[in-house]
């Protein structure tokens, strides 16, 4: 018979692993010390860069956006307060609460419109034109990321996708599967009717006319009777332009 190991070769073994459980320690709390000082190494150059790049950072918004990634390979939020180093340096903070103030108003002025859904290109076009007197140029990232800063407000403002377009709601309106599907067909004539509905998404015409009617209530939709067909259109300002069908079309009022 094989003999079992006595007291003695136990506790040999008990020793055996708690040496190499603190090796396994010492060896964890080394490699963590050394990514520490390594990322308050590249903290402190990103500090330099900042410095040394200030005017680039402030006024090209594609190196702005490269710097952004910099920072967040590194775990720095510039935009986390307009207090603070990155603040004083750039000023960074305060350019994005700005443009956050900026978009909050647009988004009010349109809303009669679009019923609080617009396309972020048309929403960043407006902002250009609403700060074309000031130095900064400000990119669609610019405003992905003043958005994103707007959420603490909870008024509901967010970005989603519908198809390739991607559409800043600013009311807590929901957009279930069906919406979604009628807002991405409509993106290629900026407008759908019942039996295009019907048709492309193979739909019953009691769900094409639910899914449009809730649209229509709340705001998101206008419809235009004006056609020789009879066919009632329903457009959607968040995936057109507003000189398209401003002079056409009634605005349904809830």
């Known amino acids: ?21 603190l090796l396994g320690e010492n060896v964890a709390k080394l490699r963590t010390d050394l ?9 402190a150059q990103l ?10 950072i402030r006024k090209n918004p594609a190196f702005r956006s490269q710097f952004h990634e910099m920072c967040a390979k590194v775990g720095v939020d510039p935009l986390a307060s307009n207090k603070g180093f990155w603040a004083e340096l750039l000023g ?14 647009i988004c009010l002025a349109t809303r009669p419109h679009n019923g609080g859904l617009i396309n972020l290109q048309e929403l960043c076009n407006l ?31 967010e970005v989603i996708s519908v198809g390739k377009k991607k559409l800043v709601r600013s009311v807590p309106t929901e957009l279930n599967k069906d ?9 290629a004539q900026g407008f759908v009717t019942v039996d295009e509905v019907e048709k492309q998404l193979v739909w ?7 899914a449009l009617d809730t649209l229509l209530e709340d705001g998101l939709a206008m419809i235009d009777d004006g056609h020789r067909d009879g066919k009632r259109r329903y457009w ?19």
């Open 92 to 105: 960074i903070g305060d350019f994005y609460y700005e443009i956050g103030v900026q978009i909050v108003d």
């Open 179 to 187: 919406h979604n599907e009628i807002l991405e067909l409509a993106q």
């Open 236 to 254: 959607f300002p968040c995936v057109v332009h507003l000189s398209q069908y401003e002079f056409s079309l009634t605005y349904v009022e809830t």
């Open 127 to 157: 902002l250009r034109q609403r700060r074309k007197s000031d130095r900064e140029a400000v990119s669609e990232d610019d405003c992905l990321r003043a958005i994103s800063k707007l959420k603490v407000l909870g008024s509901g403002f």
């Open 1 to 21: 018979m094989r003999r079992r190991p006595g007291i003695g070769g136990l506790q040999t073994a008990a020793a055996a692993r708690d040496q190499y459980r």
């Open 204 to 210: 019953t015409s009691g769900r094409a006319i639910d």
């Open 47 to 56: 500090e330099d860069f900042a410095r040394k790049h200030k005017n680039d």
């Open 35 to 43: 990514m520490k000082e390594q990322l308050a190494t590249f903290r």
